[in-house]
């Protein structure tokens, strides 16, 4: 039995995550998310919803994809319905944490579409016929390696640096990342091995740097 028609499905999550929502021409009823293609794991293959812990992230993603501010939105994960990704993965939602972006030698990495490259972790949600809402598991790994990437870059006051962001309204936020990408120091040739983890820190308006092999401690965990 499928899902009943005119109902829709709502993202449940313990905390507050936000998705970046690509606006559709006037007359359109429907809205995409940004999607990040999975290679590896129980999601290879599909699509994956890309999540935020902080909405200026998915405003810089915004602006990485030439968005005006006018094209897009940022929306708490709770409000966006996500039944058209999941008609597309037979019945099930795909998705992924966004973590940081790659980089090489202090350059921003950029795929050949000319997006960056992101660092994320994928999982895939089981979606129910007969409930409304789709449970998000975020795993505990995943927030302290989240947590543990920007204190290895000396940024100790990220958390209140975001929550002030947060503060913000989207126009604000916009600007903020028009200042970021203005900062960038660098891209590299499509399609080039990254070396590094890049994180943008606004409160010093720089990005920071931090060694790739960082990323493979913190998931093997302490010793």
């Known amino acids: 039995m499928g899902f009943p028609a005119g109902r829709r499905h709502t993202v449940l999550a313990a905390l507050p995550l936000h998705v970046l929502v690509r606006l559709q021409p006037s007359g359109s009823s429907t809205a995409r998310v940004l999607c990040e293609p999975v290679k590896a794991g129980p999601a290879a293959g599909a699509q994956a ?53 790659g980089a090489h030698d202090g350059r921003i990495a950029v795929r050949a579409q000319g997006d960056p490259v992101r660092l ?74 990254i070396n590094q983890i890049a994180l943008y820190d606004a409160e010093s308006a720089q990005w920071h740097f931090v060694a790739l092999d960082f990323l493979a401690e913190v998931v093997a965990g302490p010793r």
């Not at 006018?70 to 939602?93: C, T």
Request: with cysteine.
């Open 49 to 101: 919803m890309v999540l935020y812990l902080s909405p200026f992230d998915a405003h810089l993603d915004a602006l990485w994809l030439g968005l005006a501010v006018e094209d897009y939105q940022v929306l708490p994960v709770a409000s966006f319905s996500p039944d058209e990704l999941v008609a597309r993965h037979q019945g099930h939602l795909p998705y992924c944490l966004h973590l940081a972006w």
């Open 120 to 193: 994320s972790s994928a999982r895939v949600a089981q979606v129910s016929a007969s409930i409304d809402s789709i449970p998000l598991d975020i795993g505990l790994a995943d927030l302290e390696c989240h947590a543990r990437l920007w204190d290895c870059a000396g940024l100790y006051a990220h958390a209140e640096t975001a929550a002030r962001l947060e503060q913000l309204n989207p126009q604000q936020r916009h600007r903020h990342a028009e200042r970021a990408m203005e900062r960038i120091p660098g891209r590299t040739e499509p399609g080039r091995e």
